[in-house]
């Protein structure tokens, strides 16, 4: 069944289908998203419950394999050491996300003139400035300015409460005369855009009930729709079909019903993170694109950048109070992220300091990581474990390599039958090494803190969740996916505007980089709308 | 009776299973699982996932099987060093069924008022009253202010 024709087809509700969706408003053009998962009803969320930290091991998983979701699509990650982490919904990952919220620095756009690695992205930080400021003030970011790490920026929201544990921690950092500052997070600290303020619940990473968390349900979406975007929900596209000439001309897709329809566009823009999109592109073959679109050059699903992440967490004789407050935005120290070659690794990597668990959750955790005993000594063990345990995670840089990757699984398939993405990603020397370094560094700012142990665990195995570069960008179609704007080479009105077109990772997390060029991208569709196909 | 509900005989052998596995803690006066009630957590749990109906009856059945074999009609009347001695045993014969059980008592255990109480944790859920939080202090920033630029252009 085929449906009117519509100007933009975005697929993907996510944090960079919101941005643009939100954006492309201010043209007269008519936009259809289609998002396969439903709106998220914050009522339902877990911190409404007193079992709130046991909805990790159900339906508010990391997995998308374990799940049970409908509108959740299988991952083969065997071949990982690194699982996918995701969430499909309205919002799509930001659901499930910290709000952590860095910028990327100068540097990151230069990695190849400056430290010889990986390439130069097409674009620089100023180029993104403007668009990073815009989505600051969207998503509601709160934090610091005069960041010597950072060029100035302003900052909207003041920042979120660092609490007994951001505190000591801070005092552990001067200690060793290393840097640290209260993290950009997109967490409204004040009341933002008919936003509560936040209140400290903890588990952002389970949704947040109270709406004060920068998901883009509550952020862009309202506004995009009440300016004209039709957001279409349950509705999951197997395709992107082309016509003779190779251009995209919509995309069939099952709506919740499961009846196969048709979307005719004129524009297609494609937001399924860097999971979701190759895997898209891989599954939408015809004659023009046997091997999947935009794929002319071999590149979709290549490159595949996680960030390898460090966890290592302090035992303290005190409490912390660390199971209030935003459980992963707190502190960041970025002293290791610029290159230093004495290292012994090129590149670098910021340390967040992440909360410690509610009772329950060091509970089964502790139960899980032969921590806890059963029988006599239990409660003890729980005494020194309980509010008594919080630490920090690394976020290294990832380098793009081709042998990462994310192509077709040949038998795993979603409920509708649509071929399901498959992982191949090996850890590199590189990532190692500064893996290695940062636990060093960790333990020692953690026993400058007043921990009396550390217990670690890198690389992170649940840590699959900034998700860049399987469809890169670059001004070589040779050597890229998509152009410096994040058009296709190969299909000229075909736009992609997530994680995918990351050229390298950085050591930060991700969205906002990615919500700023989804700003860019849409305003410079807008600046060539007559000559946007040439 | 419904079949997800235990039967006295399974309750009072589970109560005193629940209590081996999370004795009582006498510097908080409070008393072990089982007595604090967490058979009827397990319950709820069995309730909505059925499955857990068969791996909660096998392990009570197979520590009742444990005291019969020592002249003992049940579980729960074995003296305390033989129900210890019975739970290493099935935690050794009966792995993934002991670890199941281990972790809905330790999440029922958790979730008890009493239990967050004694730990100094509000009884309720996190939303809607959230947590007060003292206010940042960020003098102590004060020396990583005075830095030169940290960034490369
Ligand atoms: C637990 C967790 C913690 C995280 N913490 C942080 C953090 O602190 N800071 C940070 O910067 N990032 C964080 N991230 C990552 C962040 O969520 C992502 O970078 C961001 O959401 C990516 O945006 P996106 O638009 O590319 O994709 P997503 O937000 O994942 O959205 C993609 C959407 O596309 C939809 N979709 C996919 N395929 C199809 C299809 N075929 N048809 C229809 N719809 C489809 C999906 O359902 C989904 O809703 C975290 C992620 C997780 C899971």
Redesign the pocket.
């Known amino acids: 069944m085929s449906e009117e024709p519509v100007d933009v087809l975005i ?9 643009v969706a939100w954006s492309l408003t201010d043209t007269r053009m008519s936009i259809v998203c ?4 439903d709106w998220m009803n914050p009522a339902d969320y877990p911190s409404t419950q007193k079992d709130w930290e046991l909805r990790r091991f159900g339906d508010f998983g ?1 997995s998308p394999n374990g799940r049970g979701r409908r ?3 299988p991952v083969n990650d065997a071949e990982s050491p690194i699982s996918i ?18 910028r990327f620095h100068p540097s990151d756009f230069k990695v190849k003139s400056l430290d010889g690695v990986a390439d130069d992205w097409p674009i620089d930080y100023q180029r993104l400035e403007p668009y990073y400021a815009q989505n600051d003030q969207m998503m509601g970011v709160a934090g610091l300015a005069g960041d010597p790490a950072y060029p100035p920026k302003e900052v909207p929201l003041p920042p979120v409460a660092l609490g007994e544990f951001g505190h000591r921690l801070g005092r552990g950092f001067n200690e060793l005369g290393w840097h640290w500052w209260p993290s950009d ?2 967490i409204a600290t004040q009341a933002h855009a008919g936003r509560a303020p936040c209140i400290n619940l903890g588990p ?2 389970l949704g947040c009930a109270q709406g004060a968390k920068g998901s ?1 349900d509550v952020t862009y979406w309202p506004s995009a729709i009440r300016r004209g975007v039709e957001l279409r929900t349950r ?4 395709e992107i079909t082309v016509d003779e000439n190779g251009m995209a001309n919509g ?1 069939t ?1 099952y709506d919740a019903d499961g009846t196969e329809r048709h979307q005719k566009a004129e524009i297609v823009i494609v ?4 999971v ?2 190759p ?2 592109l891989l ?1 939408s073959k015809s004659k023009q694109f046997p091997d999947g679109l935009a794929n002319r050059n071999g590149l979709v699903g290549k490159n595949l950048m996680f960030h390898p992440y460090a966890m290592v967490n302090g035992i303290f004789e005190e409490r912390l109070d660390a199971y209030k407050g935003p459980m ?2 707190c502190v960041m120290s970025q002293e290791f992220y610029e290159t230093d070659p004495t290292r012994g690794f090129l590149r670098g990597y910021s340390f ?1 300091i992440v909360r410690g668990m509610g009772p329950v959750g060091t509970a089964v955790m502790g139960l899980m990581g032969e921590k806890l005993p059963w029988g006599e000594g239990h409660h003890r063990a729980f005494e020194e474990l309980f509010d008594r345990s919080a630490g920090m995670v690394a976020i290294c840089e990832d380098l793009p390599e081709a042998h990462n990757c994310v192509s077709l699984d040949p038998e795993l398939c979603d409920s509708d039958q ?1 071929p399901a993405p498959k992982i191949n990603y090996r850890l590199s020397d590189n990532s190692r090494k500064m893996i290695d370094h940062a636990v060093a560094r960790a333990q020692e700012v953690l026993a400058a803190s007043g921990a009396v142990d550390t217990q670690v665990e890198a690389p992170l195995g ?1 840590a699959g ?4 570069g399987t469809a890169r960008m670059g001004s070589d179609p040779k050597t890229s996916v998509v152009n410096e704007w994040g058009r296709s080479h190969d299909v000229r009105n075909l736009f992609i ?4 077109i990351f050229v390298t990772a950085a050591g ?8 700023a060029l ?1 700003l860019y991208i849409s305003d410079t569709i807008k600046k060539n709308l007559s000559n946007l196909f040439d | 009776m419904s079949e997800d509900q235990f039967s006295p005989d399974a309750r009072e052998t589970l109560a005193a299973v629940l209590d081996g596995i999370i004795p009582a803690n006498d510097a908080a006066s409070l008393p072990g699982a089982g007595s604090l009630g967490v058979a009827s957590y397990l319950e709820t749990i069995q309730n909505r996932k059925p499955e857990l109906v068969e791996v909660f009856a096998l392990l009570i059945n197979a520590l009742d099987a444990f005291a019969r074999a020592r002249d003992c009609d049940r579980f729960a009347a074995l003296p305390l060093p033989a129900r210890a001695e019975a739970l290493q045993e099935i935690a050794r014969t009966h792995p993934g069924p002991f670890s199941s059980l281990l972790f809905h008592t330790y999440a029922g255990y958790y979730q008890e008022d009493r239990v967050l109480e004694a730990q100094g944790v509000p009884a309720r859920a996190p939303f809607p009253e959230g947590y007060e939080m003292e206010p940042n202090d960020l003098s102590l920033l004060d020396a990583v202010r005075q830095r030169p630029k940290m960034f490369r252009e």
Request: aromatic share 8%.
């Open positions: 697929i993907g509700a996510g944090a960079s289908g919101a941005a289609l998002e396969q998962g990391l509108e959740d699509y982490s995701n969430f499909n919904a309205v919002g799509g990952s930001t659901i499930l996300y910290a709000g952590h919220f860095p997070s997109a952002c990473l883009t509705c999951r596209v197997r995309a897709y937001a399924c993170n860097g979701g999109t895997r898209l599954n992963g935005c967040e649509v649940v969740w900034h998700l860049m505007v997530d994680g995918s930060v997390n991700p969205t906002c980089t990615i919500q989804a």
